[in-house]
């Protein structure tokens, strides 16, 4: 009886050369001899060479396994018979790498110690795989040492999915992020301790507001920050300017809006400028609300004071439909781009608006093909500026509940992962976010 009482059959094996460590073939068991711990592969696989010493893993049952192998004598024309052999021994000799060409997904992120499925899979590519982890490239995604997921590889036949720890990070040509990640599985208990986190029952949603309610609440607080934050009386500043403005009252505006700007941080900014107003005063509060993001901006890219306060002045013009100082706009970048942000997203219903998670989607995308220098090219980066900052920010939801945005997913921005009520989940309707907790 053979010590081996697993089933590999239609897993997927990466085969290497014991003596040189070169991968010879990654490719499908065909059967399994769990009496005599032989594998077949398919003809071809491998050269016709008897007595090869191998190593080989085995992505099966959601686990790697690795051994020891040998080529047994094989008739010419029939599949190839590989008796394996000395699994504990691979933790003496460490854990050698395999190349393995595959594209990949995260399907889940784990938090609190629960699964969360995602709406949108995160693409990914494999790099190489070892018997206890996987080296992967993520493009413009970015992980966390220390987070957990699960991740999803297309296999030719059957796919192979795993819990994930992110243990290091790495660039490849100074630009390219590579994640090194630990393999949380290790055997078949742990496989089916991982594979009940996404049965848990999700939360019951319990201190809901209804609409109205939450409407009301938001009201009051909104009033209140634009009190407190002098964005009231800057928009009336605003307003006297684009009446009769001259030159001398644009610049100064601009110094006031600067200073707002540099102390007013993030989340009022944005609770200020994402609400949906009355027309009469939806162009005065679209010129400050762009002025005051540029002015954000240009802080962010550690402008100069009066480098700073030239990019402020010139998107007031700009929204004004003005232009007093015939002079070109030294700062390119995003900064151009706040001038024609959209700044009045609203909620569906009239009553109630939020952060526009639709609207930023929509913006980084559009500039997806497009040049850095580019208009479109400047909104998406604007838009992956301003992401950046809600990320671990709490907010109100439409029902009155209080989240916390824990990961915005650059592949499904509308759809952020929340913690609600004690339980992690991602968001179903983008709608819902509404107002950033200061």
Not at 55 to 64: C, D, F, G, P, Q
Not at 294 to 319: I, M
Not at 385 to 402: E, P, S, Y
Request: include cysteine; charged fraction near 25%; proline fraction near 4%.
């Amino acid at each position: 009886m053979g010590e081996l009482m697993k089933n590999f059959k239609n897993g997927r094996v990466v085969v290497r050369d014991r003596e040189s460590g070169d991968v010879i073939t990654e490719t499908t068991v065909l059967e399994f001899d769990a009496n005599n711990n032989i594998l077949t592969i398919p003809r071809g696989s491998i050269p016709p060479q008897e007595d090869r010493a191998l190593t080989l893993l085995i992505l099966s049952h959601n686990m790697a396994y690795e051994y020891f192998g040998n080529i047994r004598r094989n008739r010419v024309g029939d599949d190839i018979r590989i008796a394996i052999f000395g699994e504990k021994e691979k933790e003496d000799r460490g854990y050698p790498r395999y190349e393995l060409q595959a594209k990949a997904t995260i399907d889940s992120f784990v938090v609190q110690g629960q699964r969360v499925p995602l709406n949108r899979p995160v693409p990914i590519q494999i790099k190489n795989i070892s018997a206890n982890g996987l080296l992967i490239q993520t493009g413009e995604y970015e992980l966390e040492v220390g987070e957990q997921i699960w991740v999803n590889i297309h296999l030719e036949g059957n796919a192979f999915t795993s819990k994930y720890e992110t243990v290091r990070t790495q660039l490849e040509d100074d630009r390219i992020l590579l994640y090194g990640c630990r393999n949380m599985i290790q055997d078949e208990r742990q496989a089916e301790v991982a594979a009940a986190e996404s049965r848990r029952p999700v939360g019951t949603g319990r201190g809901k507001m209804n609409v109205r309610e939450a409407a009301m609440y938001y009201e009051e607080h909104q009033r209140v920050m634009e009190r407190d934050s002098g964005y009231l009386r800057m928009m009336e500043m605003t307003a006297q300017v684009m009446q009769a403005g001259n030159e001398k009252q644009v610049e100064l505006l601009a110094g006031g809006i600067l200073q707002m700007s540099q102390t007013m941080g993030l989340p009022v900014l944005l609770n200020c400028i994402h609400r949906q107003r009355s027309q009469r005063e939806e162009r005065v509060r679209h010129c400050l609300n762009a002025a005051l993001l540029s002015g954000f901006l240009a802080v962010w890219n550690g402008l100069e004071e009066q480098e700073a306060a030239a990019v402020v002045q010139k998107c007031l013009e700009g929204s004004m439909g003005k232009d007093i100082s015939q002079e070109p706009l030294r700062v390119q970048n995003i900064l151009m781009a706040a001038e024609t942000y959209d700044t009045r997203g609203s909620h569906p219903t009239g009553a109630i608006a939020g952060i526009p998670m639709v609207y930023l989607e929509q913006l980084k995308y559009a500039g997806k093909d497009q040049p850095r220098e580019t208009l479109r090219g400047q909104e998406r980066e604007l838009a992956q500026r301003i992401l950046q900052c809600l990320n671990q920010r709490n907010v109100m939801l439409a029902d009155g509940r209080t989240a916390k945005i824990l990961r915005i997913l650059p592949n499904d921005v509308a759809h952020p992962l929340l913690f609600v009520d004690g339980v992690a989940l991602q968001e179903k309707d983008p709608r819902n976010l509404m107002w950033i907790r200061v």
